[in-house]
């Protein structure tokens, strides 16, 4: 009984093999490269047109506007926002005037995940930060463009490794590494036991 426990312990399910090129093979590198510069050109045209917007760096009057939109319940029909709890969590952020800081950082964040994306850096995190805003975005009722972009940024989520290739991450992961192996990108197994063979 133990070492049945055991075997299963150690058990590993293979991933489909597409599965494991499309995310791993830097052949499709190519691929996440077309799919995070439009990504990340949607992402930097939005916050460049708040850049310019007073309502956005400047009061944040445009968020504010946007989240009592949001957290309205009509009189008639359905209410912008499904959830309560979310519905809450923005009546709290209206209540303590978070939009006069929330809305730079939304702004600014748009600018840093675009640049990101399109240059190729750090390109798992900044698509982690495009996705959570696209996320936020449909809580409050938004849907718009974020179903296909937040599809697309779990996709860049998933395949962090090689969608930067053809980009700064080719330098940054070879230079940095990750926060599991500090400064080193370990070579893959079978290079690892040609070099010891």
Do not use: C
């Not at 460049?48 to 949001?70: F, I």
């Not at 995190?125 to 718009?144: D, E, K, Q, R, T």
């Not at 980009?167 to 370990?186: C, E, H, M, Q």
Request: charged fraction near 15%.
């Amino acid at each position: 009984m133990l070492n049945s426990l055991n075997r299963q312990q150690h058990r590993v399910i293979e991933d489909p093999a597409f599965i494991k090129a499309l995310f791993n093979d830097v052949r499709f590198s190519v691929l996440w490269l077309i799919a995070r510069v439009w990504i990340g050109w949607e992402w930097l045209q939005a916050g460049l047109h708040k850049v310019g917007d007073v309502g956005w760096t400047g009061d944040g009057s445009a968020l504010k506007a946007y989240w009592e939109r949001a957290v309205a319940i009509p009189e008639q029909g359905r209410p912008a926002i499904s959830f309560d709890w979310y519905r809450g969590f923005l009546q709290f952020l209206i209540d303590t005037e978070s939009w006069t800081w929330f809305a730079k950082l939304i702004t600014y964040g748009e600018v840093l995940v675009g640049i990101g994306l399109i240059v190729g850096a750090f390109v798992g995190i900044a698509a982690f930060f495009g996705g959570l805003m696209n996320f936020s975005f449909m809580l409050a009722g938004s849907a718009s463009t974020n179903p296909i972009l937040f599809i697309i940024a779990i996709g860049l989520m998933f395949a962090w490794k090689i969608a930067g290739f053809i980009g700064a991450d080719y330098f940054l992961l070879n230079w940095i590494g990750t926060p599991w192996s500090r400064g080193k990108v370990v070579e893959s197994e079978k290079k690892s036991h040609k070099r010891t063979a």
